[in-house]
C-alpha cells in the first residue's frame, strides 16, 4: 500500500472522530507509507502480514470461542536444530 491509501484511511479517521487508525496490509507498505506513519505514531499503525500473525498468535487463548471458531488455529511444535552446536 503506498501514500494514497494511507492519506484515505486518516481521511477517514478524521471524518469519524477517531483517536487512532489501524491499516492492515498483506502486501506490506511503501517507503513513504511507513515514513508517514512514524511521523503519525500515535494516531497511525500499519500492520502487514508479520504483524498481524504476531498479534494474533499472542492473543488467540485470550479470543472469544465464537472468534477461535471462525479462525481455527492449531499451535504446532517443531524441533529446532541450533545450527551454531553442529559446528562444534
Do not use: C, H
Amino acid at each position: 500500500m503506498g501514500i494514497a491509501q494511507i492519506n484515505e484511511l486518516v481521511g477517514a479517521q478524521t471524518a469519524f472522530g477517531a483517536d487512532q487508525a489501524l491499516f492492515v496490509s498483506w502486501g506490506g507498505f511503501s517507503p513513504d507509507a511507513r515514513r508517514l506513519a512514524r511521523n503519525e505514531w500515535f494516531q497511525l499503525r500499519l500492520w502487514d502480514a508479520d504483524d498481524l500473525v504476531r498479534e494474533v498468535t499472542a492473543i488467540y487463548e485470550k479470543l472469544d470461542a465464537s472468534i477461535q471458531m471462525k479462525l481455527p488455529l492449531r499451535q504446532v511444535w517443531v524441533a529446532a536444530i541450533d545450527e551454531d552446536s553442529e559446528s562444534s
